[in-house]
């Protein structure tokens, strides 16, 4: 069964400090992991979108990481913000048999809260 | 240009009611996705449409329907409303395939069955 798991469920962190929220999945077969920033009360944003042949990438102050051998993506943010506090989530798609078929896994996100 | 806009805001329904929520992609965009996220069960993929036509389905029962129109505008509907749909429905557009492109979320409907 394709899963999604995120750690940790909630940060709490200093405003200027760095953070790695951590995702590990067990998706196949895979095709693109994505990450996406979702404030209180809004629809999500997206942050980066990693294929397989990809190991870092980065938006801003926010560097995704994948290591497809150990299925393990990271997303660090560096320097924090009052407005980084929201929820991150992970997503794998995965392909399936079809033309235009997938499969899309999420995580249950983690809740980083930044304060002065 | 218009970011996905979704109508209306909010809902609220009692139980066995019928709902139709409504989105409006980004303009050229021509795949809507549709999502349901509740606390308990996190983002979970309803459906998704392209050139009015229902492509990917997830696991939800048939109460869950929905439309494209020729202008990429997608609705929702939910028959037979349950305590349980109480959520907050999230629609996303792409230029094309969602797998292989990008996707754009609308602010969503929060749904309340009572």
């Known amino acids: 069964k394709n899963q999604v798991e995120q750690s940790p469920q909630s940060l709490i962190i200093l405003e200027g400090k760095n953070c790695t929220l951590q995702?590990?999945?067990?998706?196949?077969?895979?095709?693109?992991l994505r990450w996406y920033k979702q404030d209180t009360g809004r629809g999500p944003v997206s942050l980066t979108i990693?294929?397989?042949?990809?190991n870092t990438k980065s938006n801003g102050r926010y560097t995704a990481t994948l290591d497809a051998d150990t299925k393990q993506s990271s997303l660090h943010i560096t320097a924090s913000q009052l407005s980084d506090s929201a929820s991150y989530i992970c997503?794998?798609?995965?392909?399936?048999?079809?033309?235009?078929?997938?499969?899309?896994?999420f995580g249950k996100g983690t809740k980083l809260s930044v304060i002065p | 240009k218009a970011g996905v806009t979704q109508t209306p805001r909010y809902l609220i329904k009692t139980r066995g009611q019928q709902v139709t929520l409504s989105c409006s992609p980004i303009?050229?965009?021509?795949?809507v996705s549709w999502y349901q996220q509740t606390p308990g069960q996190g983002l979970q993929f309803l459906f998704e449409?392209?050139?009015?036509?229902?492509?990917n389905k997830g696991n939800f029962p048939g109460r869950f329907s929905g439309r494209q129109f020729s202008n990429s505008r997608s609705e929702m509907n939910v028959s037979t409303l349950e305590l349980g749909d109480s959520a907050l429905y999230l629609c996303?557009?792409?230029?094309?395939?969602?797998?292989?492109?990008?996707?754009?979320f609308g602010p969503g409907t929060r749904l309340t069955v009572l």
């Open positions: 997503v794998v798609f995965s392909l399936g048999s079809g033309a235009g078929s997938y499969q899309l896994t």
């Open positions: 449409y392209f050139s009015e036509t229902q492509r």
């Open positions: 990693m294929t397989f042949s990809e």
């Open positions: 996303a557009s792409s230029l094309a395939e969602p797998a292989y492109n990008e996707q754009f």
């Open positions: 995702c590990n999945y067990t998706v196949s077969p895979f095709s693109n």
């Open positions: 303009s050229g965009h021509r795949s």
